[in-house]
């Protein structure tokens, strides 16, 4: 019986030591610091890329796929091109803004270039911003993020005219600081020096 008594007193003490053990090691844990990017990016913010915008006026460079020096396209984009822009090392020679009976089509003349795609250079005023600032949101809104303080803020934006690189906006003021890094509205953000 007296070993019996020793044998369970043993185990007794050895699963609270085995318990005590255990809780220095979880608190140890608890207040050991972390680095991690989650924990830098709630304390000091996300770090991000911004482009100050201006309006101004550029050129976009508008993809027209040429065959026999013609090239069709829809007549909701033939408004676009007009005589004497340039066009890689072409021209436009002529926008036939009638409708081709057989394709539903207009018709835009290029000379001086060979068959393929070739680069219409158009003219566009607005904010040029790249298209991966463009947030494209149910309903077909459009914003961009702007840095405000240290805060990204959604503001709604209308995109006039795009290229395959550069989106045309208006809605922006000139000054305002374009996120083009992915943050969502109210995050904290650190830009980028």
């Given at each position: ?112 270039t060979t068959n393929g795609t070739v680069f219409v250079d158009v003219r566009a005023t ?68």
């Amino acid at each position: 019986m007296k070993q019996k008594t020793l044998i369970w007193i043993a185990l007794i003490l050895a699963i609270v030591a085995l318990i005590g053990y255990r809780a220095y090691r979880i608190t140890s844990e608890a207040r050991r610091v972390v680095a991690n990017q989650t924990r830098e990016q709630i304390d000091t913010g996300i770090s991000v890329d911004t482009i100050k915008v201006t309006k101004q006026t550029g050129i976009l460079k508008i993809p027209l796929a040429v065959e026999n020096g013609r090239a069709l396209v829809s007549c909701a984009r033939v408004e676009k091109f007009a005589a004497g822009q340039k066009a890689d090392e072409g021209v436009v020679a002529s926008v036939l803004k009638n409708i081709d009976i057989d394709t539903g089509m207009c018709r835009v003349v290029v000379t001086g270039t060979t068959n393929g795609t070739v680069f219409v250079d158009v003219r566009a005023t607005g904010y040029f911003v790249p298209i991966p600032a463009v947030v494209m949101g149910d309903g077909g809104t459009q914003s961009v993020m702007i840095a405000d303080g240290d805060i990204a803020r959604a503001k709604t934006v209308k995109i006039i005219d795009q290229d395959n690189d550069t989106a045309v906006l208006t809605g922006l003021a000139d000054g305002d600081m374009v996120i083009i890094s992915r943050v969502n509205d109210g995050d904290k953000i650190r830009i980028k020096q």
